[in-house]
T-cell receptor, first 114, second 112 residues
């Protein structure tokens, strides 16, 4: 069981370039998430997908798009990268346990936009 | 005012010490409270999950929720160097992971 995997681990982009961050989970979870983590800001939700075929905006969706390719995979796309998108990006999936959902995070993608 | 406030630290303690990590919050609707541990350059991992008020213990870790004061704590007994990490609190009103509010994290170092 690999859990949640993310690629790439690290990426450098120039302003205006595009890229897609990949995420996959092998735990058969319905829900998946994309977060960004910045110093002093904590984790902020970008987009989430409650099930295959559905996506919804989170707290900071501007400048991003997502695709829930199938139950396992959830990708995050930056169409035109900006320096403000320099961050560490985490993908997560979740399952319902007891009264609430438990999230499992991937190892993260460090993105630097110059 | 942020929904969740957490002292960023850093916090350094000697091995074997009792550690207290805390978060305060402003939304009285929060009922689900979590603590995550995040090692350097890794993703967060769930450490403790509590619902409503009270205490929950798991080995050396105790999570405490005081809803009347809007205050949650994580206690680590007999701290070990392997506990050195950033600890994030998180909370939500209805248990769904798409509506979590995270603290900024407290960086803890346990010195051998």
């Amino acid at each position: 069981n690999a859990g949640v995997t993310q690629t790439p681990k690290f990426q450098v982009l120039k302003t205006g370039q595009s890229m897609t961050l990949q995420c996959a989970q092998d735990m058969n979870h319905n829900s998946m998430y994309w977060y960004r983590q910045d110093p002093g800001m904590g984790l902020r939700l970008i987009y989430y997908s409650a099930s295959e075929g559905t996506t919804d905006k989170g707290e900071v969706p501007n400048g991003y798009n997502v695709s829930r390719l199938n139950k396992r995979e959830f990708s995050l796309r930056l169409e035109s990268a900006a320096p403000s998108q320099t961050s560490v990006y985490f993908c997560a999936s979740s399952e319902l346990q007891g009264t609430g959902e438990t999230q499992y995070f991937g190892p993260g993608t460090r993105l630097l936009v110059l | 005012q942020k929904e969740v406030e957490q002292d960023p630290g850093p916090l350094s303690v000697p091995e074997g010490a009792i550690v207290s990590l805390n978060c305060t919050y402003s939304n009285s609707a929060f009922q689900y409270f979590m603590w995550y541990r995040q090692y350097s350059r890794k993703g967060p991992e769930l450490l403790m999950y509590t619902y409503s008020s009270g205490n929950k213990e798991d080995g050396r870790f105790t999570a405490q929720v005081d809803k009347s004061s809007k205050y949650i704590s994580l206690f680590i007994r007999d701290s070990q160097p392997s506990d050195s990490a950033t600890y994030l609190c998180a909370m939500s009103a209805w248990g769904g992971a798409n509506n979590l509010f995270f603290g900024t994290g407290t960086r803890l170092t346990v010195i051998p």
